[in-house]
């Protein structure tokens, strides 16, 4: 156990439809990213908070949108989705925004698919 | 932009047999180093990682030695149980501003037979 929750493990929507993803930080931790896996793309970044704050972006939809709350955790927000968003989402998080060889501890990971 | 290739799996081993998977990167600077696995139906966990050139990173009998002259990262273990069967990625972070993100490679499958 990594010490990284992420609900709902499973969700299943239509297209069109927008969700909610939801991760919340090992104890401790001020950055949390999120990265998609999928077969054709493999595991990609999305986008990193630190402390709230957006610190970096990566191949991230515009269709999608994350925020870190006050208390740490995250959302990422999925809209008018499409077939090819189904995937598997995780969260990870890490001590700081980045030191040299700092860990970043992966959730259990939410599978998406739309139908 | 920073990149890693690994070597194409399924890749399929006896018990006790010894592994080897490749992993070179290119990257700027000098980037941080790792091997993640994935066991079916989980997230990803940390296996091994390294900071620096000549670091060897180790756990639980796997072993990856950072090579800056070759670029490379090859994940090791001697004996290989059926308990390894797994995903293995490869994985870089980069040194200061926003490159900490990980960038992985697109993962080897790898089955153990007893």
């Known amino acids: 156990d990594s010490g990284v929750t992420q609900t709902p493990k499973h969700l299943i929507t239509a297209t069109g439809q927008r969700v909610t993803l939801r991760c919340s930080p090992r104890s401790g931790d001020l950055s949390v990213y999120w990265y998609q896996q999928s077969l054709d793309q493999g595991l990609q970044f999305l986008i990193q908070?630190?402390?709230?704050?957006?610190?970096a972006k990566g191949n991230i939809l515009e269709r999608f949108s994350a925020q870190q709350f006050p208390d740490l955790h995250s959302e990422l927000n999925l809209s008018s989705l499409e077939l090819g968003d189904s995937a598997l989402y995780f969260c990870a998080s890490s001590v700081g925004p980045g030191t040299s060889g700092y860990e970043q501890y992966f959730g259990p990971g939410t599978r998406l698919t739309v139908t | 932009g920073n990149s890693v290739t690994q070597m194409e799996g399924p890749v399929t081993l006896s018990e006790e047999a010894f592994l080897t998977i490749n992993c070179t990167y290119t990257?700027?600077?000098?980037?941080?180093l790792f091997w993640y696995v994935q066991y079916p139906g989980e997230g990803l966990q940390l296996l091994l990682k390294?900071?620096?050139?000549?670091d060897k990173g180790s756990n639980k009998g796997f072993e990856a030695t950072y090579r800056k002259e070759t670029t490379s990262f090859h994940l090791e273990k001697g004996s290989v149980q059926v308990s390894d069967s797994a995903v293995y990625f490869c994985a870089l972070s980069g040194s200061g501003g926003s490159n900490y993100k990980l960038t992985f490679g697109k993962g080897t499958l790898l089955t153990v037979n007893p």
């Open positions: 908070y630190y402390n709230g704050e957006e610190r």
């Open positions: 390294a900071t620096k050139a000549d």
């Open positions: 990257a700027t600077g000098y980037p941080s």
